[in-house]
């Protein structure tokens, strides 16, 4: 695949690596301590899903990317995007479907977190495993240290910020927290506008192919969630609520990544860009479906015992 490089100014990464930052402040306003204390008390729901999200995702990623021969740039795209957190619309997205939101709340907390560290970690593991990938991965120099001190400044540094402001200023989060979710939407857009911009010749040439390795890694991703609790025999209010942890990815952060370290990888550009558009209509469409199912479910009881 050829690569385009985008140009982006020091003072303009700064200014990108600040808006994420922002969006997860606000984010991490809501979050309390109790959050993490519940996967304590209640341990099994939330580690099943940190456990299919950055630790089966990633391997199943991998394994398949290889198998297939998948390009790999290409590769490398879904590999970055398969290795961050839950993204920021996941709780909203669980509680409209019907999920069970403690759930949701406590896995982005902690994916959040554990992000810091696993976000470059699996990138560069599974980046590494693959054979095809590791070539390109030697030839782009990723400085790993920087990349983590990036995760953190982006996920870390606000989401401590948050916890620590919110419970101080409970107001606060109910006044921001609309305007943060119009912000994080519009700056996922730009996001992937600048990246589809600058790749527009690799968006035309490769759409065929970018396109379905998109749906079809989310559409895993949603499954993987999904089933990997539903084995787990874990309620339905919970195997909804990881299925869309899983699902959703904080692409914002996998664009800043790939703006900051790899401008030259415009098929990383195209997966990373394209999936935060795609798992946007893909997890709003699940969250109806199941919120269409829940009331008829509702309906269908109340059917039954107004008869008996």
Known sequence: MEAVTIDF????????????????????????????????????????????????????????????E????????????ASCPGGTFSNV?????????????????????????????NFALFGYLNPYTR??????????LSLLLLVLFVLGVPLALGMVVGPKFLNLSRVIEKPLKIFAMLLMMALAGVAFI???????????LFFWLVVAHNGSALTLGYWGAKLSKLPEADCRAISLEVGIQNSALALVIIFTFFPQASGML????????WHLVSGSALSFYWSYKSKMNAEADLSVKAGS
């Open 9 to 68: 100014n020091p003072e303009s990464l700064i200014a990108l690596n600040i808006m994420i930052a922002i969006m997860m402040f606000g984010v991490s306003l809501e979050l309390r301590s109790d959050d993490f204390k519940r996967i304590m008390r209640e341990p099994k729901a939330p580690l099943i899903g940190l456990f299919l999200q950055f630790a089966l995702l990633p391997s199943v990623t991998c394994l398949v990317t290889y198998l297939l």
């Open 70 to 81: 998948i390009e790999p740039m290409l590769a490398l795209g879904m590999m970055l995007v």
């Open 93 to 121: 997205m669980t509680w409209l479907a019907k999920g069970n939101v403690a759930v949701s709340v406590s896995m982005t907390g902690v994916s959040s977190v554990a992000a810091s560290v696993m976000t470059p970690f």
């Open 135 to 144: 070539p390109l991965l030697t030839e782009i120099s990723m400085d790993s």
């Open 198 to 208: 600058k790749n527009t010749d690799q968006f035309v040439q490769y759409f065929d």
């Open 270 to 277: 195209l997966i990373a860009a394209f999936w935060g558009v």
